[in-house]
Nanobody, 125 residues
Framework: QVQLVESGGGLVQPGGSLRLSCKTSGFTLDYYTIGWFRQAPGKEREAVSC????????FYADSVKGRFTVSRDNAKNTVYLQMNSLKPEDTAVYYCAKATPTVTGTLDPWEYDYWGQGTQVTVSS
């Protein structure tokens, strides 16, 4: 069955970095856009970034542009989110998700059909 498993979250000081991984299984990663989303306590889910199946197209929310970088290694069935210059407002549970087959790059969560369980990122001194 389709599975996405996030890892790499943790506690980091402001200005620090983390790299999240999204390990996928049960489908051919090469064919699908993968997105990253986050949800902070008491707030709505927010789109963070996505990467097209080939990796040629990437999109970022304005709040993370210039600080976060999404990448993928289809041979390892893994998608990454490198997060630099982290701020306290980046604190959230981060989720990766698989887009539906016809989608090529979107930050619309309704275009994603399978989701991971999330990994907690806490930015605090």
């Amino acid at each position: 069955q389709v599975q996405l498993v996030e890892s790499g979250g943790g506690l980091v000081q402001p200005g620090g970095s983390l790299r999240l991984s999204c390990k996928t299984s049960g489908f051919t990663l090469d064919y699908y856009t993968i997105g990253w989303f986050r949800q902070a306590p008491g707030k709505e889910r927010e789109a963070v970034s996505c990467i097209s199946s080939s990796g040629d197209l990437t999109f970022y929310a304005d709040s993370v542009k210039g600080r976060f970088t999404v990448s993928r290694d289809n041979a390892k069935n893994t998608v990454y989110l490198q997060m630099n210059s982290l701020k306290p407002e980046d604190t959230a549970v981060y989720y990766c998700a698989k887009a539906t087959p016809t989608v090529t790059g979107t930050l619309d969560p309704w275009e994603y059909d399978y989701w991971g369980q999330g990994t907690q990122v806490t930015v605090s001194s």
